[in-house]
């Protein structure tokens, strides 16, 4: 039996969803937190990330979590006496192709419409934010001088001592394995969470878990249609191009690929369009070979230089491109009243601190005042995992389904990477 078996609020998975709503939740005034963790904090996707932080949404909805978390990352040090490492650098989102430009100017429009600091630069004004970038290699770009980066391992640390000072209690090595709920006249409630290491009594319950969260689902019935899949993040070696305090970031839309300053070298992650859905951390070298000659095309300086480091990991998506965030439902899509489900669809740096409050703030108060989540619940999706809601269309190239194995003729072409000529 766990010591302390109550909490006003229970939460699954220690990952940046997991642990920084548990200290907002401390922080909103609930008395009693327990976060449970099968494995160690910050083990999963969190401490794998790449870490690239952007406002630039492809919709008003991530537009404004991207805003909120940013504004979260600069005020850390005041509230917590620690940070995870925020630097503003800027960041390019790439036009390569005429349908690109337009899409991409038609974006700027909405996010400006929003108050966002973003604004369309042509390929001359592109390479003067990085003057390491070909300007042949481009059509043009959207550009918000506020995005930038965090060290994911050092936001693992922060929102560690966070919940640390929080009083927030922390249960590693403790499984989730089912709940207890009480019939009432619309389904049923939550009464208490069982675990590997005892029950817990409450009436509040988050599920987070990025990559494992479906598996975190299926222990109570409830199906929740979020993919995984391999991405590959690596580093190149040090060079004086990247020797500097600031220079923008890229994102090349089309082909899945982004970069960002690391260590006086360059970092770049990738998603392959091909890849199918599943769990992957072994590194795929062909396709590495292959986007590394892609990179080279858009920034020469980078042909020739040597990788430091290398690695790939699980990182989980939705059908949409965007969070999970609402009641828990079960098979026959009754809600668990009690029961709040939350995950950023891949983008755990991205919008972590804000669908962490989100979540915080639904599982405490069944509200938010951060943005408008009414859309953004299970409900969205049909027994296929398919969304009602447009795709966010600022995003890596992840399959089109969420099934680890699509039935014999079931799957939906992926998207293919554009060849660079």
Known sequence: MIPGNRADLVIVGA???GGWASYFARSSGADRVIIIEQGRVGDGASSR?????????????????GRWSIDFYKRQFELLGTDSGFRELGYLILATSEDEERAGRERVAMQQRLGLDVRWVDAREAARLDPSLQPSSLRGASYSPNDGCIDPVRNVRAYSLAMQAAGVAV????????????PTASGKRVTAILTSAGRIETSRVLLTGGPQLPAVGDVIGVPIPAGAVRHQVAVLEPHPAFQVARKAMGFDLSGGLYWRLED???????SNPQEPP????????????????????????????ELRKAWAASIDYTADHQPILGPAL?????????????????HGMMWGPAVARVAADLALE??????????????????????????????????????????????EEAREVPVLR
């Open 49 to 65: 990330a790449a870490g690239i932080v952007r406002a630039q949404g492809g919709t008003p909805t991530t537009v404004t979590l």
């Open 330 to 346: 079960g098979d026959d899509h009754a809600p668990i009243e009690g029961v709040t489900v939350a995950s950023a669809g891949g």
């Open 171 to 182: 249960r590693e090595g403790c499984a989730f394995t089912g709940v207890e709920t009480i």
């Open 366 to 411: 069944g509200k938010t005042s951060v943005v408008d989540v009414s859309q953004l619940g299970l409900d969205r999706f049909d027994a296929e995992g398919r969304s009602r809601l447009a795709t966010d269309p600022i995003a890596l190239p992840f399959p089109k389904t969420t099934h680890p194995d699509p039935p014999q003729g079931g799957r």
């Open 15 to 17: 990952g940046t969803i």
């Open 264 to 270: 006086g070298g360059l970092l770049f992650g990738m």
């Open 278 to 305: 599943g769990a992957a951390r072994a590194i795929d070298w062909s396709y590495l070979t292959t986007m590394r000659r892609r990179l080279a095309h858009f920034l020469p300086v980078t042909e020739g230089l």
